[in-house]
């Protein structure tokens, strides 16, 4: 398959993880920050979402997500890399992250979710996860239905990002094939018992530092997960910025400058 990647910079390697409903394009104002820092962001979009292909069949759960992740680290020749993990990217990511310590030097966590077990989707996604449902929900709504429920529960302020660009958000979900790729990573989320046990076991053993930056009104992984990411990654305390979920738009210099001072002494 076609993969869509963005890169900028010179330094050392930081790989950053979209979630749902977003890519890569979600760090389009991250990189530029981190290049400023002497640090090579890259940022890709997985299967299904952005600019990369949406093959069919295809395992889009996070298991089969997390092992393209490493496949996709690869062919970029990226050695030992700083991770960035937002939304779902924290499973995928992490997973992939505990399977190959020695390839990572850190990990900085963004509004994501590791208490699987007991994750319930917020109401916006909750629809795209039952079959019927979700294809009704995703190509009846307007696009300015979908740029309001973005608005409201992703970004704080709204001057910040204008609406043509989370449009192209929208547009990106639905490239190609109407969102039908999307619809099955809606439907790949694996809450189980098992895999909660795997991060809280893995994280334990972990040789790689870990840090949480978060975006303190998130109506969708608010405090609430935060605080059972820092009890099973144990973590001290996190970093906590004026923002919704996309805190990427929000606070995209603050974010960029939260990731670059955990990689600086690191190397």
């Keep these: 398959m076609r993969a869509f990647a963005r890169q900028q910079g010179e330094g050392a390697d930081v790989v950053l993880l979209h979630g749902v409903p977003t890519s890569s394009f979600l760090y389009r104002r991250v990189l530029p920050v981190l290049a400023?820092?002497?640090?090579?962001?890259?940022?890709?979009?997985?299967?299904?979402?952005?600019?990369?292909?949406?093959?069919?069949?295809?395992?889009?759960?996070w298991s089969g997500l997390s092992a393209w992740t490493g496949e996709a680290i690869d062919a970029l020749g990226l050695d030992r890399v700083h991770l960035v993990v937002h939304d779902i990217g924290g499973p995928i990511g992490l997973e992939w992250a505990i399977r190959n310590p020695d390839r990572v030097l850190s990990v900085t966590l963004l509004n994501t979710v590791l208490d699987v077990a007991s994750f319930k989707r917020p109401w916006p996604m909750a629809p795209f996860a039952v079959k019927g449902v979700g294809e009704l929900w995703l190509r009846a709504s307007p696009r300015f239905l979908f740029s309001e429920i973005f608005y409201s529960m992703g970004i704080a302020?709204?001057?910040r990002v204008p609406r043509s660009q989370v449009y192209a958000h929208v547009a990106l979900l639905r490239l190609h094939d109407r969102g039908r790729a999307f619809l099955e990573i809606m439907r790949g989320f694996e809450l189980t018992e098992e895999k909660e046990r795997f991060f809280r076991e893995g994280l334990a053993e972990r040789s790689f530092p870990v840090r949480a930056v978060w975006g303190e009104d998130d109506p969708a992984l608010g405090m609430d997960r935060l605080e059972a990411a820092k009890a099973i990654a144990d973590l001290d305390d996190a970093i906590l910025l004026p923002a919704k979920h996309f805190l990427q738009e929000d606070q995209p210099a603050e974010v960029a400058q939260a990731i670059a001072d955990l990689a600086a002494p690191l190397g």
């Design 36 to 61: 400023d820092q002497g640090l090579r962001g890259t940022a890709f979009d997985f299967p299904g979402t952005g600019l990369s292909d949406r093959p069919a069949p295809f395992d889009y759960s």
């Design 157 to 159: 302020d709204r001057s």
